[in-house]
Nanobody, 126 residues
Framework: QVQLVESGGGLVQAGGSLRLSCVASGRTASYAMAWFRQAPGKEREFVAAIRWSGAYESIYYADSVKGRFTISRDNAKNTVNLQMNSLKPEDTAVYYC??????????????????WGQGTQVTVSS
């Protein structure tokens, strides 16, 4: 089992920045970790993912956040971070961390991830 705990959410004005962190514990060997978000009344959507195998690493972003958000990982701390800059009101959502211990073919598909955190609220005021 893997436990994922998110932190770093909060209230920020449009144009501001936040840094989310997700700490994994338990059986932490992962093939991919990702961030999804869910706004009120909407489906949970893909934000960013990082996938690795040995020294090989790939990073993916949703078009809506490309150029503003940066995903990174710290292997020593079993942590994946999401740096969010130039935030917009439409970024308001609960942000969820997800991971999977084996190969996934579609990093943007929720069904591909076995483990999920409880989420952290991000609110961007206009």
């Amino acid at each position: 089992q893997v436990q994922l705990v998110e932190s770093g959410g909060g209230l920020v004005q449009a144009g501001g920045s936040l840094r989310l962190s997700c700490v994994a514990s338990g059986r932490t060997a992962s093939y991919a970790m990702a961030w999804f978000r869910q706004a009120p009344g909407k489906e949970r959507e893909f934000v960013a993912a990082i996938r690795w195998s040995g020294a090989y690493e790939s990073i993916y972003y949703a078009d809506s956040v490309k150029g503003r958000f940066t995903i990174s990982r710290d292997n020593a701390k079993n942590t994946v971070n999401l740096q969010m800059n130039s935030l917009k009101p439409e970024d308001t959502a609960v942000y969820y961390c997800a991971s999977n211990p084996s190969f996934i073919s579609n990093v943007g598909a929720r069904s591909q991830y076995a483990y999920w955190g409880q989420g952290t609220q991000v609110t961007v005021s206009s």
